[in-house]
C-alpha cells in the first residue's frame, strides 16, 4: 500500500510537509487556518500560495484515505495503548500514593478548597515536580500558569524551587526558567488568552501543566447563567483539547461556598455546569490537629479526591513547609 502523501500531487504534499501534517489523522484535526496561516511562515515558503480549495482538495483525500483504508485486527489495540496516560507528580509521596501517581494527563482536573486552604502551594508545587525527569514523576516539560486573582506568587515559588533543587543536586535543574505566567483578571481577556495566545505557547514551548488558578474567581460573579455556562464550555473545551494534543495536564482551581440546606460543609462553586465539565475533582480542607516541624506549629491539611474516573475516592494528609508541600512524618502518620 502507497503512503497517504505519496498519491497526493506534488504541489499539495509540499503544503502538508511544510506544516509537517503528515498523516490522514493530523491532516484532518489540523485547523484550515493553520495551512492558511503565513504570519508565522516565511513568505518564500510554499505555504504561502495555499489557497482554502488546496486545504479542501487535502481534507477531502485524507477523509477519502481513512474511508478506504481497511482495518488490521493489529489497530484495533493501538487506541488501548494510548489509554495509558501520563501523570504528574505532586512531589509528596503522600499525595502522589492517594492519587495513583499524581494529576493525569487527561481532561480537567479541579481542585477545590477554602481560601487559604493550600490550593495554590500545591499548585506551585506541581508547576516544579512537572519540569523534573519522567523517572523523578515529571514530565521534562514547563508549564503555563493563569492568574485570574491575585499576583502569580513568584518569590514563594522561588523558596520552593531553591529546595526542590537542593533536594536533586545532580539534575542541574532551572525550575525558575520554565514557568510562564499571564495575569487575565477578566473573563474575555482570558478566553482570548486560552483560545488564541496558549496554542502558540504550546507549540513553541513543551509544556506539560496548564494552571487557571482560579475559574471561581472568574465566573463567581455572573448573574446570566445561560452566557456563563456558554463561556465555561468554550474555556473548557478548548483546555481539554490542548489535553489531548499536547498530552498536557490541566488543573482550575474552584473556591468552595457553603451550602444552602444550612450544612457545615461547604461545596465547590459554579454548580453542575462546572462541574460536569472537569473530569477529576479534588478538595483540599484543613484538618483539626497541628503537627510541629522545626519549632513551628503547622495546620495539618488533607487532599481528598471526590470523583475520577481512575482513582477510588481516596485522600491523604499533608503539610505546607517553608520547602513546600510534604507530607506527615512517619511516626505521626501511625498514630
Ligand atoms: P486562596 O483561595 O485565597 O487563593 P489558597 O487555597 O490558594 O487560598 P494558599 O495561598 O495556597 O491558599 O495557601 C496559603 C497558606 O499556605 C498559608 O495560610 C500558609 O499556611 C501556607 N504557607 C504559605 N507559605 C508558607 C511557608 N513559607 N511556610 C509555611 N506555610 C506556608
Ligand atoms: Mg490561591
Redesign the pocket.
Known amino acids: 500500500m502507497t503512503n497517504f502523501l505519496e498519491q497526493l500531487p506534488k504541489r499539495i504534499r509540499d503544503i502538508a510537509e511544510s506544516l509537517n501534517v503528515l498523516t490522514p489523522e493530523e491532516v484532518l484535526t489540523t485547523p484550515r487556518v493553520k495551512f492558511l496561516d503565513t504570519r508565522v511562515t516565511s513568505v518564500y515558503t510554499l505555504v504561502r500560495k495555499c489557497t482554502p480549495d488546496d486545504v479542501r482538495v487535502l481534507k477531502d483525500a485524507a477523509a477519502k484515505w481513512l474511508a478506504e483504508t481497511p482495518l488490521t485486527a493489529d489497530s484495533l489495540f493501538k487506541p488501548l495503548a494510548n489509554v495509558r496516560w501520563s501523570r504528574v507528580s505532586f512531589g509528596c509521596p503522600a499525595l502522589d500514593r492517594c492519587t495513583g501517581g499524581g494529576v493525569v494527563t487527561r481532561g480537567i482536573t479541579e481542585i477545590c478548597?477554602?481560601?487559604?486552604?493550600?490550593?495554590?502551594?500545591?499548585?506551585?508545587q506541581l508547576a516544579l515536580c512537572v519540569q523534573l525527569p519522567l523517572q523523578l514523576g515529571g514530565l521534562g516539560k514547563g508549564v503555563a500558569y493563569i492568574c485570574t486573582?491575585?499576583v502569580f506568587?513568584a518569590r514563594?515559588l522561588r523558596?520552593?524551587s531553591n529546595a526542590m533543587e537542593a533536594r536533586y543536586p545532580q539534575e542541574s535543574l532551572n525550575l525558575m526558567g520554565n514557568v510562564f505566567v499571564e495575569h487575565q483578571r477578566e473573563i474575555d481577556t482570558l478566553i482570548n488568552c486560552v483560545v488564541n495566545h496558549l496554542p502558540r505557547l504550546l507549540r513553541q514551548h513543551s509544556i506539560g501543566l496548564i494552571v487557571i488558578?482560579?475559574v471561581?474567581a472568574i465566573f463567581r460573579l455572573f448573574t446570566d447563567y445561560l452566557e456563563r455556562a456558554r463561556l465555561m464550555r468554550r474555556l473548557a473545551n478548548a483546555l481539554i483539547s490542548y489535553a489531548d494534543k499536547y498530552n498536557c495536564a490541566v488543573v482550575c482551581?474552584n473556591?468552595v461556598s457553603s451550602k444552602c440546606n444550612g450544612s457545615s460543609d461547604d461545596a465547590p462553586c459554579l454548580g453542575l455546569q462546572w462541574s460536569h465539565l472537569g473530569r477529576t475533582r479534588m478538595c483540599?480542607t484543613r484538618v483539626p490537629k497541628q503537627h510541629m516541624v522545626q519549632d513551628?506549629l503547622?495546620?495539618v491539611r488533607k487532599l481528598e479526591i471526590l470523583y475520577s474516573p481512575e482513582t477510588p475516592n481516596d485522600f491523604a494528609e499533608f503539610?505546607?513547609?517553608?520547602?513546600g508541600v510534604v507530607e506527615l512524618p512517619a511516626k505521626v502518620r501511625r498514630l
Not at 115 to 121: D, E, I, P
Open positions: 478548597g477554602a481560601a487559604g486552604v493550600g490550593k495554590t502551594q500545591l499548585l506551585l486573582e491575585d506568587p514563594r523558596e520552593m488558578d482560579s471561581g482551581v473556591q483540599i513551628q503547622l495546620t503539610l505546607i513547609t517553608a520547602q
